[in-house]
């Protein structure tokens, strides 16, 4: 069973940091970028940041360029999102996903997502 498991939400003042985790399961997405997503209530699902295998060529949404940093460990089948500077609008919850073909920021082109991790920014 494949399973990707976030973690290292929380609740964090503004201009905070946190660390988000992304472990696989059940097998490994050798070859597969790897993005991250959020949410926030009301609002569509919208991508933040994608990762290839290799990890030379990471692609950020303008909201979050120059604060969060994606990075993986393919060793540990194990995604993260680092981000600073935090603001209120970094409000959602955040889920990765394993991309399988089309434009990165398309929710369409990934399969296999977690159940996601909450991220609360207070002002």
């Known amino acids: 069973q494949v399973q990707l498991v976030e973690s290292g939400g929380g609740l964090v003042q503004a201009g905070g940091s946190l660390r988000l985790s992304c472990a696989a399961s059940?097998?490994?997405?050798?070859?597969?970028?790897m993005g991250w997503f959020r949410q926030a209530p009301g609002k569509e699902r919208e991508f933040v940041a994608a990762t290839a295998w290799s990890g030379g060529s990471v692609y950020y949404a303008d909201s979050v360029k120059g604060r969060f940093t994606i990075s993986r460990d393919n060793a540990k089948n194990t995604v993260y999102l680092q981000m600073n500077s935090l603001k209120p609008e970094d409000t959602a919850v955040y889920s990765c996903?394993?991309?399988?073909?089309?434009?990165?920021?398309?929710?369409?082109?990934?399969?296999?997502w977690g159940q996601g991790t909450q991220v609360t920014v207070s002002s």
């Open positions: 059940g097998r490994t997405f050798s070859g597969r970028h």
């Open positions: 996903a394993a991309h399988y073909g089309g434009p990165l920021t398309d929710t369409r082109s990934y399969s296999y």
